[in-house]
């Protein structure tokens, strides 16, 4: 089988005349809060960012588990979305209802010209809905709450306030990020939500001391048993899983966390890289991509029970 290539972005190579030299900077130049990181800031802390062209590049997991269909809806495309309403529509359950017409927002959202600027609070409002029907937030296994992390480099303390993280008991297992610019996603942010990712890690390294090594981690083949089907084993290092949603966009992040890496962070600016694995672009608008997304959004959830 042909093995697909990685495209490795290089953020380096988009300088403006009026950013720092990053080579000449230290922690201290860093912004307050990683919502005003550039992709300088992501050269300062070694960020290797990779587009790869398949999601099970990012994490090679099949579901054990049956997902929802509920959100499938192979017949809404963008246009129909766009003209959706819940009264013609009662052969939909409550939560279809809900999800489409929270969606139907998000679209009118996108054409908002500069006399009606967009609203993040709309897309906020439809992926609660997603979420919930995914069962991301089920208090039985996960709780999707405010995010409220802080990254740690030497001295300096950054708030890493992502949208939102979500936790399985005390761990944090992945940041989602949400933005009303529905353009191409761009390094600057890219960056904004490696650096929540990280500080996911640096928490989780906080609160059990055994993180590296624990069970939330991506799982890989092991050695068959007896002759029977590969066994899986936790692979050593965890993996922390980030979400952006960009209007009805979904890109996927995946980040092994390094223990030297982290090691570094804690005493100022890395001198080793940290790579992270990014992936989407896909629409919640269109069924096809949609039903890629919850599948996609279905298999990070059961890879982490």
């Known amino acids: 089988m042909e093995r697909r290539k990685r495209q490795r972005i290089n953020y380096a190579e988009n300088p403006t005349s009026s950013s720092p030299p990053y080579y000449f900077s230290t922690e201290l130049d860093l912004p307050e809060f990683t919502s005003k990181l ?14 790869v062209s398949r999601f099970e590049d990012l994490l090679n997991h099949q579901s054990r588990t049956p997902r929802p269909t509920l ?4 017949d809404f495309g963008p246009d129909k979305i766009l003209l959706f309403d819940s009264s013609k529509n009662l052969d939909l359950n409550d939560e279809a209802l809900a999800f489409m017409i929270k969606l139907r927002f998000v679209l009118e959202n996108n ?9 993040e609070v709309l897309i906020d409002d439809m992926c609660t809905e997603l979420f919930r029907g995914l069962k991301y937030n089920d208090a039985r296994n996960f709780i999707i709450k405010p995010c409220t992390l802080r990254l740690r480099v030497g001295e300096r ?8 993280e979500g936790r399985k ?16 996603t761009d390094e600057k942010s890219d960056v904004q939500i490696a650096s929540c990712m990280i500080a996911a890690a640096q928490r989780n390294s906080i609160v059990d001391s055994n993180y590296v090594g624990t069970k939330f981690q991506q799982l890989v083949d092991g050695e068959p048993i007896n002759g029977g089907s590969p066994t899986k084993k936790p692979m050593s290092t965890p993996v922390m899983l980030g979400i952006k949603v960009m209007g009805d966009k979904f890109y996927f992040y995946s980040m092994n966390i390094i223990k030297e890496y982290m090691e570094q962070l804690n005493r100022g600016l890395p001198n080793d890289s940290i790579k992270i694995l990014k992936y989407g672009g896909l ?5 096809e991509e949609r039903e890629k997304i919850i599948d996609y959004l279905w298999r990070m959830r059961d890879s982490r029970l």
Not at 39 to 51: P, V
Not at 111 to 119: G, K, L, S, T
Not at 157 to 164: G, H, I, Q, T
């Open 283 to 287: 629409r919640l608008s269109i069924p």
């Open 38 to 51: 550039t992709y300088h800031d992501g050269i300062l802390l070694k960020m290797d960012f990779i587009n």
């Open 169 to 184: 008991g005390t761990s944090t297992i992945w940041i989602i990020q949400e933005s009303k610019h529905i353009g191409v």
């Open 157 to 164: 303390s950054l708030a890493a306030y992502a949208d939102r």
């Open 111 to 119: 054409i908002q010209d500069v006399e009606a600027p967009r609203e």
């Open 71 to 74: 959100f499938d809806l192979p």
